[in-house]
């Protein structure tokens, strides 16, 4: 079995449910995020604002987060188990590029 298949089983009888891609791309205003995701844990928990961002090592995601008072960004959902953070990522990158093979060059929907 190969790593992304592993990723894609359930952590600790956890696993996401569902997830939902809103994509738009930051580039034109120099920033690398290319979506923002929601998904659901067991359909009992729902982690918002997940932004799916690309570099150069390739695309990654970035659990939300809230600016402090001193301007500093804290995490608002923090993942304990690495395995966790891995099948969440998955799951959105999975969903991300299904979502995304739907457009073309031009940004309309292909039939």
Known sequence: MTRKELERLPVMNLEVTDVKIYPFDTTG???NVKAVATVKIN???EIKDIKILYSNKGYFIQMP???SRTGEFIPV?????KELYLHIRRKVLDEYKRIM???DEAGTVRD
Do not use: A, F, H
């Open 29 to 31: 205003v120099g920033g």
């Open 43 to 45: 359909d009992i928990l």
């Open 65 to 67: 987060t809230r600016k």
């Open 77 to 81: 959902v923090n993942l304990l188990s």
């Open 101 to 103: 093979e739907k457009y």
